[in-house]
């Protein structure tokens, strides 16, 4: 059975998606910003924003430099998600196999749904419609189709905005000829470097290469390199087999509005970061041996470091203590500005009962997390968070790449 895989990328997509809700916005350019201080910068921005020079990473007093109409807003995340839903639904309806790859990239598995390239891009001008018919006229997606994942993403990647394009064996060393190794998903710069230490400085000459040579450069990762260009599939085929590879951490940071020396309000900052890591490993599944945690200081020193358990973890309450046993102290020579806040060293949970009890109380945690992600976040609270305003650590976008979308909304 051939096999087939489509990718679709949003594009501009949390300002498309602003510019969709706010019509007056449509034609402007447009930038969202993670936060409106004088710090903060832009993370998504609409086409007319690009065609002027302001990207992702831009300052915002950068951004209003370069254009003085320019509209910056605050990230918006129910209002993404929302939209995610809806496209995620559609793409739902054409494969039991859909791998949500971030909020606004997935790959739809069609193996078997369509015999043919041909048909696959007659399936994807549909999704195409229905997107624009149900979703919004003013959202638009990139697709690619290969016989790969990693085909599937390079046709999006590099095919023209809001376009389509199929890779298969017959045109695929036209669209690697002359590209450099960087615009390969997987490929940076110091592997660039590398490849370019041994004459390979684009990927048609790295679809040429030997592997073997590549293997002994960098292990079964040179296999990779090589099988990827020439369309060979080396990742897990299906999501729904549980074999994709685990994230390597989960946590939160923030930038510190406030800045101050109280410690009261310093505690319920980190708990709603820890609460939201929590919720997140335990949405999908997981636990932790180890925990991390750093803090920055306004004459820009920062501390921290990390704690590996000899048991698993999961709960929000003993993330914190752990937490606060590794910068709890610290908080109290200086002025904190920021913090960071996460899990390490995750595994599969296992539900069985254990034979001593231990400080977690998983029932206590399904009860809050069922709570709270039917009636809305922070419904119920740990006491640690009890008067923090929500301008404090606001709820940020996540862009893991090897989580559910279900995990990334909640």
Known sequence: MRRI??????????????????????????????TMGTRGCIIASSK????????????ISEARRL?????????????????????????????????????????????????SFERAAAIAAEIKTRVFCEVGDWLSNSVGIGSTRWLAKFASDICEKGKLLVLQSDNLHEYLKSRTLTEAWGIAEPTARKLNSVGICTLDQLADYSPHKLMRMFGVRGYGLWANVNGIETTAQRVSDNILPLPKSIGHS???????????????????????????LRA?????????????FADHESCGGNRQLGHDIQGSKEIFDEVWQIIGDELRKNTPTSFAVGVFQLAPEIPQQVLWPTKTRPGLNTA??????????????WGTLSGLDDSHAPDRIGFRKTLPIESQAR
Not at 23 to 30: G, H, I, K, M
Not at 264 to 279: A, D, I
Not at 368 to 381: A, F, H
């Open 5 to 34: 895989v489509l990718h679709l990328d949003m594009n501009s997509y949390f300002a498309s998606v602003e510019q969709q809700v706010n019509p007056s916005l449509r034609d402007r350019p447009v930038g969202v910003c993670a």
């Open 48 to 59: 007319e924003a690009k065609a002027i020079g302001i990207k992702t990473g831009c300052r």
């Open 67 to 115: 254009c003085r109409e320019v509209v910056l807003l605050e990230v918006d995340p129910p209002k993404y998600r929302s939209t995610t839903r809806k496209v995620f639904d559609i793409l739902k309806q054409y494969s039991d196999d859909v791998e949500p790859y971030s909020i606004d990239e997935a790959f739809v598995n069609l193996t078997g749904y369509s015999p």
């Open 254 to 280: 923030h930038v510190l509005l406030k800045r101050c020396r109280d410690s009261v309000f310093h505690r319920g900052v980190l708990m709603r970061l820890v609460e939201r890591t929590g919720r997140r």
């Open 284 to 296: 999908t599944k997981l636990t932790a041996r180890g925990v991390f945690a750093s803090v920055g």
């Open 368 to 381: 809050l997390d069922t709570i709270n992600n039917r009636y809305g976040d922070e419904t119920i609270i």
